[in-house]
């Protein structure tokens, strides 16, 4: 059975930092695509970064470039997101989602629970 | 980056009615458009895939269609669970995978 279980959210204040982990089961973690999709309070879905089988390739949200970090480690089968210099509107519940491709696009086909971030002075 | 638009924002059904909503990209897409169902404070479920392709495990009451710049999710023969929000997300070449901003369906 895919689980995907996100862990690492909580309240941080203002301009600190924080980094989320998802672990990943039931499939072959090294060969897929992973995603972080955040959805604020009450909002909808953001899609906020992507990151390839290998590590080799990754994508970000125009608006979060240089603050957050996606990473993965295949020998643990766990994928990561730091954030850095956290904003109030960064509080949101994080989800971490599987990609799978298909002729011309892509899709998540298995999500975990999401972490809750809450950035608050 | 592509724009999805989604409309309505929200509807009013009863069970058993047929629903749809509408989503626009900004530029041609192709038919590289998925459809999620988002129960709350659940995490969001793939219905639809490829446009019009039903993923494993949804029922047939839910269908898809479109291509290019519109696309379309019905949902027929509406049931209790199913009043939720849908997303739209087109995933045409590299991220940004740019979602909608949500369809919420009330009873």
């Known amino acids: 059975e895919v689980q995907l279980v996100e862990s690492g959210g909580g309240l941080v204040k203002p301009g600190e930092s924080l980094r989320l982990s998802c672990a990943a089961s039931g499939f072959m973690f090294s060969t897929y695509t992973m995603n972080w999709v955040r959805q604020a309070p009450g909002k909808g879905l953001e899609w906020v970064s992507s990151?390839?089988?290998?590590?080799?390739?990754?994508y970000y949200a125009e608006s979060l470039k240089g603050r957050f970090t996606i990473s993965r480690d295949n020998a643990k089968n766990s994928l990561y997101l730091q954030m850095n210099n956290l904003r109030v509107e960064d509080t949101a519940i994080y989800y971490c989602?599987?990609?799978?491709?298909?002729?011309?696009?892509?899709?998540?086909?298995?999500w975990g629970q999401g972490s809750l971030v809450t950035v608050s002075s | 980056d592509i724009q999805m638009t989604q409309s309505p924002s929200s509807l009013s059904a009863s069970v058993g009615d047929r629903v749809t909503i509408t989503c626009r990209a900004s530029q041609s897409i192709g038919d590289s458009l998925n459809w999620y169902q988002q129960n709350p404070g659940k995490a969001p479920k793939l219905l639809i895939y490829?446009?019009?392709s039903l993923q494993s495990g949804v029922p047939s009451r839910f269908s898809g269609g479109g291509s290019g710049t519109d696309f379309t999710l019905t949902i027929s023969n509406l049931q209790p669970e199913d009043f939720a929000t849908f997303y739209c997300?087109?995933?045409?070449?590299?991220?940004?995978?740019?979602f909608g901003q949500g369809t919420k369906v009330e009873i």
């Open positions: 490829h446009a019009s």
């Open positions: 997300q087109q995933s045409h070449k590299s991220p940004p995978w740019t």
């Open positions: 989602a599987r990609v799978q491709q298909y002729t011309n696009g892509y899709l998540s086909d298995y």
């Open positions: 990151i390839g089988p290998g590590g080799s390739y990754t």
